[in-house]
Structure formats: structure tokens, C-alpha cells
């Protein structure tokens, strides 16, 4: 089950897609600076004039900027697109607690840290070591994913990790700037947002949905002058955290991420003000990752969920059904025997006796009798024209799943070069019949008719017509066996130095011809 | 001697020991020193046979590719049966040869040798003489094979013409051995018996 959950995490982190563009109409905070690296990679506007002036002071905002006029960040009001900076002497530094604790060392660009400075209480409440980790960053993004994750209890490496991916990818620079002016701007026309402490963040362009941006690109055009924060809608807001009215109208479909956290753990702290979408339990898998507006996304997770129990359920099936089967050669319980080499089953197709593959590969070789008796089941006496290697027993009276081994065995060797037919220079004496791959080296398969047949005339005169094929498994098993030998020589071995674990990965680093057909 | 001999003998011997054959006394094996190689394994005579009653030693040699190879048996109690040498002790039986099957335990064998004795293959046989006697005169085979689970195998009850025929040759130096041999192999006449051991 455990893995089954992080196969399904994974693959949602994998499909979660990256907050997209959007913000070209902001000037880059590094190119401000001169120091963008980006260059024209960058998400952020190169363009002085065309960008909207970005780099609003919050503490300005506030009204206690300690800087006051040598501050370089601008001290003028959203609304107003004039520089109606106003001399800001007042005050006593009273907003830089955190920059005097960084002391003397603090660097420009680190002076107005967003972010770790925000009222939220639940930033605050959340473990002071992590914050504290996370100040040097200079990044915003990764700062406020990084306060995100500790503020969701999620320890787990997994879930910050992927975050911090995402923010990395979406946003590069300068997005600090953007989510200050857009909180500090939502102040005062929507006050109940910071009265229900979402922190600022949450509305930064990264998370704004494609969606709801467009429907405000088309209905506000003049964007980059008409700055007015409030048009920015946040996850929270489209997908229904604290907005329900309009998450389930418009713009949430497939656009709408599947909080992680509350994926994997079932909870998330910021409850309904989580700016990710909270998935619905999923009663195969047990997580909440059904999407609650996205049909498609539900249907397709309820069919791989029930793929995965499916094959979950039939492996441990196929464990519990060879669990005790015993060795008809050896008479060792065959899942039971001291190497993994040896713990594998060698499927007659045409009986239903159980034998461990290196037993009945070896009875096969013998040369002291006749083919007839090595190629017949050593109980039951029918004859097999092959083995079916495979880690489960498989039983005679599941026809279908024996049928299904037979087809993936030879599907496997089917992938496999002839080593007589050598991609068109030997000839394979089993012709057609061979389950080799007998392909030219530009890849096109080749049919090179039935198997030759060697005419003899017998000491009664008569004649007889031989099948080159006839021992066509003793080549192909004396070849897989000798292989085998040497593994089994290298592993006991390996063993003996003890180095088990080398042992078996060794042994089962290239066994794929054997392997193939395994479950 | 390799791993899976070892192991699997061991295995059998226990099979054996347990089995309901063994508790009726029919089947037995012990060993033969300690190390798996040889084994000395017992059966008794089926019932409704000339064997009845009978208990005849078996001497198992397992051999090192064993269970890829058969056990090598051969009797160790001197019998009379078309497949089974009255000299040697030499059995013929396929599945100890040819049709062996790595399957076959040595519980198995035992049984199959025990069926054999209850049904010989006079057509594949083992003692051409003992053969030729069991087709042409087989009231006599018959007599004979009881005489020598008399003799041999532990059986209470004998044939009193027989013995002193025996008894006579003995006299004149003959082995005992050898003049039942010669007796049963002549068909209990005694001068042609005579004429073939003194000639």
C-alpha cells in the first residue's frame, strides 16, 4: 500500500503544472539591480518603462518605513501612478526587528524580507528552526514554499521538496515585490482576507490560476497601468478555499493543483485557506486525491487506483499460492530455499507439477536418458517442450493466468537476437519455429521458413524424417542453464564473502532472459 | 556429495520411516554408516505370491547426481524371480534404469520393487533361466521362488522334497548355495543338476 501512495504522489506532483507567465508586466527586482541573470529567460519585465513600478514598499505601506526616503524601494501608494513619494522621516525603525537581528552582515536586497515578517500567526506557531533556515534565502518564492511547508505540520522531505521544485520553476526573481504590493494593496478594499490571516503570499502571480487571470486580462487590458491589486484572485479565492461561490462556477477545473499535503496526510493545516484545492478521499487508495470539480482527473484516478489494487492484489495472490509449494526434484518448499537464485518456479505448460526452475532445468540436461524421458514431467511423465521460468506458481487450473505466463515468456524472448540466426549471417536450425528474435541489423524481422529437416535412412531402411528442431529446448535451456551456472558460482561466492546483498543484485541484474516472464 | 543428494535422501529416509508401508512392516530402509551414500533397505514379500512372508535385503548405493540419476539397487537376499539375478542379485527394472524420474523417491522404489515381485515381466527379464522356467513350467517357478524365500528370506514353511534333493548334493560336497542353484536352474532333476555341476 505504501508504495502504491507514493507512486500516486508522485505522478500528482509530476502533473501539477507550473504557475505560468503573467508577470512580464513586472520589472525584474535583479535587473533593477543590473544584476538579473536571466537575461531574457526571465519571467519578469526588462522593460523600465513599460512595467508597472512594482517595487512598493510595505513598510511604506505600513507607514513606518525606517528607511524613509533612502529606501530603494518605492514609497508610493498603489493607486497613485505618480511618484507621490512623500518624505517619510517619521519614525523609529520599529518594522526591522528582524533585519537587526540579521545585524550588520544584512545585505541590500535582503534588507525587506517579505514574507517571515507577515502577520500570520500560523507562519509564527510553526517550528522557529525551519523559519529561521529559511531566512538567508533570497529568493521569495522558495522562502514563502519553505513557510509553507512548516506551516502545514508536513515534515515529510517528499512534499517540501516537490514544492520547493515548483516554486524554483515558476518563479525565478522579484515575485516578493508583487505579492507585497498585491496583500498590502488588498488591505484596505478587502479586509476580510487578512482578517482571516491568509497570508500574503498565497496571492502572489505564481498562484494566481491561468484561468482567473485571463477572465481579468480580458476584462482590464491596461493592466500594467491600471494597478489595482485587488484584480488578482488567488487560488484561495478561484478554487473555493474561502470564495465557494465563485470556485465552483468558473475557473477551477483542471486548472486547480491538489494540495499535497492534504493528499498525503490527509489534513493541512491552512484548512480552508489553503490556496491548493483539497481532494476528496479516494476509498481505494485512501488518499484525498480525487479532484472535486475535475470528472476526468476522478475517473482516471479511480481506474489506475484500481489497476494498482488489482496488481497488488494479485501479486499477493500469487505469494500466498506459492508460498508452500515444494519441489518435486529437491522436495525444498521452493519460496523457502536459501539463495534467491533458487527460489523460482519452472512451470511445465503441459502438467501441473511444481518444481524449482534450476531442478527441472537440470533434469532436462540430463544426458543419461532418452529425450522422451528428460523432456516429460518427472511426476506425471507428459511431456513439455519447455520451461516456464517465474517467480509465482502458477496453477494448471487457472488456465488463463498460466496461458498469460506462456504469452509474456515468449513475448520476452521474442525481443531477444537469435544466436544462430546473428541478425541474418548464421541460419537457426529452428527456423520459424525458433522464439528468438531473427532480425535483420536494420531492425525488419525476417521469416526464414520451418525449421530445415534432415532425411535419414534407418537400419530398417526406412525413412525417417528428423526435426532439426527436436531438441530445440536443450539448446535453449543448456544455454540459459550454463549462464545460470556461473551466476549461481558468482553468487555462492559473493555469499561466502558475505555480501548478500551483492549477492542477490547481482544475480538479478541481468537475468532477463529468465526473468522475463516473471510476474 | 552434492547438496540436493545429501538432502533429499534425507528427506526420503524419513518419508520412509513414516510412511504407512513402514508401519506394516512392508518397507523399510536403515543406514548404512553415516553418510547418506548407502542405505539398506528392506521389503517384504507380497502377499498371494511365493514370496509371502518373505523379507528380502536391498542393497542402495545413492549415487552423487542423485535425484538427476536412480539409486542403484540390487538384492541382497538371494531370490528366484525372472527380473532379478538368482546370482548377483542384479534387478531389472526400467524405472531403476532407463525411465527413472528425478519424482521418484525411495519409498517409491521400494513399492515398485515389491510390485515387481508380485508381477514379473518374464518377456524382460533379468535370470533367462528363472525366465524360461516361469513360462514353461510355472507350477514348478512357483515352487521354486517359495523354497527360496524359505531358504533365504525367512519364510517358516518349506518344501521337504526340495530339502532333501538339496541335502543330497550336499552330501556329495556341493555348497548349499550352489546345489539349489543347480537344482532350481535344472528344474529340481536331479541328474541333470548333477551332470551340470560336476561336467
Same mark, same amino acid.
Given at each position: ?42 519571467? =519578469? ?42 518624505? @517619510? ?130 476584462? @482590464? ?71 472535486? =470539480? ?22 499477493? =495472490? ?49 544426458? @543419461? ?16 517442450? =519447455? ?133 | ?47 498371494? *505370491? ?14 552423487? *547426481? ?25 534387478? $531389472? ?14 519409498? *517409491? ?76 536352474? $535344472? ?13
Amino acid at each position: 500500500m505504501r508504495i502504491g501512495r507514493e507512486r500516486y504522489y508522485w505522478k500528482c506532483c509530476h502533473q501539477r503544472k507550473m504557475a505560468e507567465g503573467g508577470v512580464k508586466t513586472v520589472l525584474c527586482r535583479y535587473f533593477m539591480n543590473g544584476v538579473c541573470r536571466e537575461g531574457d529567460r526571465c519571467h =519578469f519585465s526588462h522593460n523600465r518603462d513599460s512595467s508597472r513600478p512594482s517595487m512598493i514598499c510595505r513598510y511604506y505601506l505600513k507607514g513606518n518605513c525606517y528607511y524613509g526616503r533612502s529606501c530603494r524601494y518605492d514609497h508610493t501608494w498603489p493607486g497613485h501612478q505618480s511618484g507621490s513619494e512623500y518624505n @517619510q522621516t517619521e519614525g523609529p525603525p520599529q518594522h526591522l526587528g528582524e533585519s537587526s537581528q540579521q545585524g550588520p552582515a544584512c545585505t541590500d536586497t535582503s534588507r525587506h524580507k517579505d514574507g517571515l515578517t507577515l502577520p500570520a500567526p500560523h507562519v509564527q506557531s510553526s517550528q522557529p528552526s525551519l523559519l529561521s533556515q529559511s531566512k538567508p534565502n533570497k529568493d521569495f518564492s522558495s522562502t514563502s514554499q519553505s513557510s509553507h511547508v512548516t506551516s502545514n505540520t508536513s515534515n515529510s522531505s517528499i512534499s517540501s521538496s516537490s514544492l520547493r521544485k515548483k516554486g524554483s520553476s515558476g518563479s525565478p526573481s522579484n515575485s516578493n515585490s508583487v505579492s507585497c504590493v498585491v496583500s498590502q494593496g488588498r488591505q484596505a478594499p478587502q479586509p476580510l482576507l487578512q482578517d482571516s490571516r491568509v497570508p500574503s503570499w498565497v496571492d502572489a502571480p505564481e498562484f494566481v490560476p491561468k484561468l482567473a487571470k485571463e477572465d481579468i486580462l480580458n476584462s @482590464q487590458p491596461d493592466i500594467s497601468t491600471s494597478l489595482a491589486p485587488t484584480d488578482y484572485v488567488s487560488y484561495a479565492q478561484v478554487v473555493g478555499a474561502g470564495n465557494k461561490e465563485t470556485s465552483s462556477t468558473t475557473s477551477c477545473g483542471s486548472d486547480g493543483e491538489l494540495c499535497p499535503t492534504y493528499l498525503m496526510s490527509g489534513k493541512c493545516q491552512l484548512g480552508e485557506q489553503c490556496s491548493y484545492i483539497h481532494g476528496l478521499m479516494c476509498e481505494v487508495c485512501q488518499l484525498a486525491c480525487l479532484h472535486p =470539480f475535475d470528472e476526468e482527473q476522478r475517473r482516471i484516478h479511480k481506474e489506475e487506483c484500481t489497476k494498482l489494487m488489482e496488481a497488488e492484489m494479485e501479486h499477493s =495472490f500469487a505469494v500466498a499460492r506459492s508460498k508452500d509449494k515444494v519441489c518435486g526434484i529437491c522436495m525444498d518448499t521452493v519460496m523457502e530455499r536459501p539463495l534467491a537464485s533458487q527460489r523460482r518456479f519452472g512451470i511445465l505448460p503441459n502438467c501441473a507439477h511444481c518444481f524449482c526452475l534450476n531442478c527441472i532445468r537440470k533434469w532436462r540436461q540430463s544426458k @543419461q536418458f532418452e529425450n522422451k524421458i528428460i523432456r516429460s514431467c518427472p511426476e506425471c511423465r507428459t511431456q513439455s517442450d =519447455f520451461v516456464i521460468p517465474s517467480r509465482y506458481w502458477v496453477d494448471d487450473k487457472d488456465k488463463e493466468e498460466k496461458d498469460k505466463l506462456l504469452l509474456s515468456y515468449q513475448q520476452a524472448l521474442s525481443d531477444k537476437p537469435c544466436k544462430y540466426f546473428k541478425q541474418g549471417e548464421g541460419q537457426c536450425p529452428f527456423g520459424n519455429k525458433c522464439f528468438y528474435l531473427h532480425a535483420l541489423p536494420d531492425g525488419t524481422k525476417k521469416d526464414v521458413g520451418p525449421p530445415r529437416r534432415r532425411r535419414r535412412f534407418n537400419a530398417d531402411g526406412e525413412l525417417q524424417q528428423h526435426l532439426d528442431n527436436m531438441a530445440l529446448w536443450d539448446f535453449v535451456l543448456e544455454r540459459e542453464h550454463r549462464l545460470e551456472l556461473l551466476r549461481g558460482s558468482i553468487q555462492t561466492l559473493l555469499l561466502e564473502l558475505e555480501l548478500e546483498d551483492l549477492a542477490d543484485e547481482f544475480y538479478f541484474a541481468d537475468d532477463s532472459v529468465s526473468e522475463a516472464s516473471d510476474l | 556429495m552434492a547438496n540436493i543428494a545429501i538432502q533429499r535422501i534425507k528427506r526420503e529416509f524419513k518419508e520412509v520411516i513414516k510412511s504407512d508401508e513402514a508401519q506394516k512392516c512392508a518397507i523399510n530402509v536403515e543406514l548404512v554408516g553415516d553418510d547418506y551414500r548407502e542405505l539398506r533397505g528392506e521389503i517384504a514379500g507380497p502377499p498371494d *505370491t511365493p514370496y509371502e512372508g518373505a523379507t528380502f535385503q536391498l542393497e542402495i548405493k545413492v549415487p552423487e *547426481t542423485y535425484p538427476f540419476n536412480p539409486p542403484k539397487v540390487k538384492f541382497v537376499t538371494k531370490i528366484w524371480h525372472p527380473n532379478i539375478s538368482s546370482v548377483t542379485g542384479a534387478i $531389472c527394472l526400467d524405472i531403476l534404469k532407463d525411465q527413472w524420474a528425478a519424482a521418484m523417491t525411495l519409498r *517409491t522404489v521400494l513399492l515398485s520393487l515389491q510390485a515387481l515381485l508380485a508381477a514379473a515381466e518374464p518377456d524382460d527379464p533379468q535370470d533367462a533361466v528363472v525366465a524360461k522356467q516361469f513360462k514353461e513350467n510355472h507350477p514348478l517357478f512357483l515352487e521354486t521362488a517359495q523354497y527360496w524365500s524359505h531358504v533365504h528370506a525367512g519364510v517358516p514353511k518349506g518344501n521337504s522334497e526340495f530339502s532333501k534333493k538339496v541335502r543330497r548334493l550336499m552330501d556329495m560336497g556341493v555348497g548349499e548355495h550352489q546345489a539349489l542353484v543347480a537344482l532350481s536352474s $535344472c528344474n529340481w532333476d536331479m541328474d541333470r543338476a548333477i551332470e551340470q555341476l560336476f561336467s
